[in-house]
């Protein structure tokens, strides 16, 4: 099981951090990934990181903005989101699978609201 926490609502240009706790047994092979969806907009894909390895990839909409990590020993993936606009308001939800796009557990979403 995962369970997303963590946001919020925020002005424009400030910074939130999501977090992922899981639950049961986590794979070197794991793909951990947040994704959100917008008000009318379909779920994207927002960044990946690859459990064992640490190998990260993200959107090109939040390259260089938003950070993906994680903790092995609190089985915790987080989301660092700086520089936020209004168009990264979403509800973010974490995922795990075998790789980006194939995910297989999800979280409940958490909602993130930024202002102008």
């Known amino acids: 099981q995962l369970q997303a926490s963590g946001g919020g609502l925020v002005q424009a240009g400030g910074s939130l951090r999501l977090s992922c706790a899981a639950s049961?047994?986590?794979?070197?092979?794991?793909?951990m990934g947040w994704l959100r969806q917008g008000p009318g907009k379909e779920r994207e894909f927002v960044a990946n990181?690859?459990?064992?390895?640490?190998?990260?990839y993200y959107a090109d909409s939040v390259k260089g903005r938003f950070t993906i990590s994680r903790d092995s020993g609190e089985k915790t993936v987080y989301l660092q989101m700086d520089s936020l606009k209004p168009e990264d308001t979403a509800v973010y939800y974490c995922?795990?699978?075998?790789?980006?796009?194939?995910?297989?557990?999800w979280g409940q979403g958490t909602q993130v609201t930024v202002s102008s």
């Open positions: 990181i690859r459990w064992g390895a640490g190998t990260t």
């Open positions: 995922a795990a699978g075998r790789s980006i796009g194939e995910y297989a557990v």
């Open positions: 049961g047994r986590i794979y070197s092979s794991t793909s």
